[in-house]
């Protein structure tokens, strides 16, 4: 005769027979999407507990498949919002993540994202205080970053200058963020580490013939590559590059065609960076070129070391298929190895088009997405940046 115990006992006994090694379970999660991850979250705790983990982080960074997907932010003129979305490459509806109120209209707002983090910068006003944020689109996560101790002497806005600029040291696997005071004659640097989540300064020379006006008005977009910040300097277009692992400066040339005369005389030049396949890209997109050619040169730093650069040439089938935005036929960023993002059209109150290039086959193609927001018009509303951006687990502290 079978007891309540022995009945008991032989429910145990089935249940650890049918029970999966963690390690099996470990391997199976983390070759899944990142939302199905999040999902089994809640499926119990010692699930909760798996992939909370920051070695089960690191696993499915490396085992899962790469799932990328857009990042963009769009202002709305009429209130000052400024709202956060992300969707899929294919178009269709976004997600809302997060919105700022009484922002101010940047001329030159910047959005960086590296291996599955984002970082991008917000004014109190035109020349009011900047904050630097770190955001994970895809776990709907974010950081503000803590004021840095800067030691220099305060100054009017107009006498300073600062910025955030956003790197990977892959040395280390660590996001850092950058930061640059400029006043007057005098710079000071602070890096942010992730590892322990604070400032330190660093006293690093900065190369001769490296004055203030040639990098600080317009031209603080920055493309981290190889472990390295590139910023670009004007009058004439060089390149300055920061090495994260050294954390030394240095700089280097373009080619003579993509810093033609009539680009680098200007003060704020129609040349941009763009990272294309890995790359340091280089954009020339002067609308009065552009438009006389229905063509746009791409200059790709494509060996790195040896400084050799190879030109790709966008060509427009007419003048109306050159993608203008709020910046002109301006390429965003790449979604695949072979897709070049440029500027996005506003259809309606609430629906975007995303012109894509296709290297390959040479073509352009079309994704529109719908926004989670109807804005007042379609005049009020001002996409400021679009980014394709690969989904992690990655976590941040609140």
């Avoid at 699930?47 to 909370?52: D, P």
């Avoid at 020349?127 to 895809?138: C, D, E, Q, R, V």
């Avoid at 059209?345 to 997405?369: A, D, G, M, Q, W």
């Amino acid at each position: 005769m079978e007891t309540l115990e022995d009945e008991q006992s032989t429910i145990t006994d089935d249940r650890s027979k049918n029970s999966f090694p963690e390690e099996l379970i470990e391997d199976i999660l983390s070759r899944l999407p990142v939302k199905s991850i999040l999902r089994f979250k809640s499926v119990s705790k010692p699930w909760l507990s798996l992939i909370s983990a920051p070695s089960f982080h690191n696993l499915h960074s490396t085992v899962a498949p790469r799932t990328t997907a857009f990042f963009f932010t769009a202002r709305d003129l009429s209130t000052g919002t400024r709202y956060f979305f992300s969707g899929a490459n294919d178009g269709g509806s976004v997600a809302n993540l997060m919105k700022l109120d009484n922002t101010v209209l940047e001329a030159h707002y910047h959005a960086e994202h590296l291996n599955g983090l984002v970082c991008f910068t917000s004014h109190t006003s035109r020349f009011g205080k900047i904050y630097a944020f770190l955001f994970n689109p895809s776990t709907h996560k974010f950081f503000k970053l803590p004021d840095p101790p800067v030691s220099l002497p305060n100054y009017t806005a107009e006498e300073k200058d600062t910025c955030y600029l956003f790197g990977f040291d892959e040395l280390t696997n660590e996001h850092k963020v950058l930061y640059i005071t400029v006043q007057l004659t005098t710079i000071e640097i602070m890096i942010f580490s992730f590892s322990n989540y604070s400032w330190r300064k660093i006293n690093v020379d900065v190369p001769v013939g490296v004055a203030v006006w040639r990098w600080w008005f317009g031209t603080k977009k920055s493309v981290c590559v190889n472990s390295t910040v590139h910023l670009l300097l004007r009058n004439p277009l060089q390149i300055l590059a920061f090495d994260l692992t050294t954390e030394t400066f240095s700089i280097f040339n373009m080619h003579p065609e993509a810093a033609p005369e009539t680009i680098s005389n200007t003060i704020c030049p129609f040349a941009q960076f763009v990272k294309i396949n890995g790359l340091l890209g280089v954009a020339c997109y002067d609308p009065s070129i552009v438009n006389r050619r229905n063509k746009m040169d791409i200059w790709m730093l494509q060996d790195y070391q040896n400084r050799v650069w190879v030109r790709e040439t966008i060509s427009f089938a007419s003048k109306s298929q050159i993608p203008y935005g709020a910046r002109g036929p301006y390429p965003f960023d790449s979604i695949t190895m072979d897709e070049i993002i440029f500027s996005p059209r506003v259809l309606s109150e609430n629906l975007i088009s995303v012109p894509i290039y296709n290297l390959k086959n040479r073509c352009f193609k079309s994704t529109e997405l719908t926004l989670g927001h109807r804005f007042l018009s379609p005049k009020s509303v001002r996409v400021e940046e679009i980014k394709c951006y690969v989904e992690s687990l990655i976590p941040l502290q609140n």
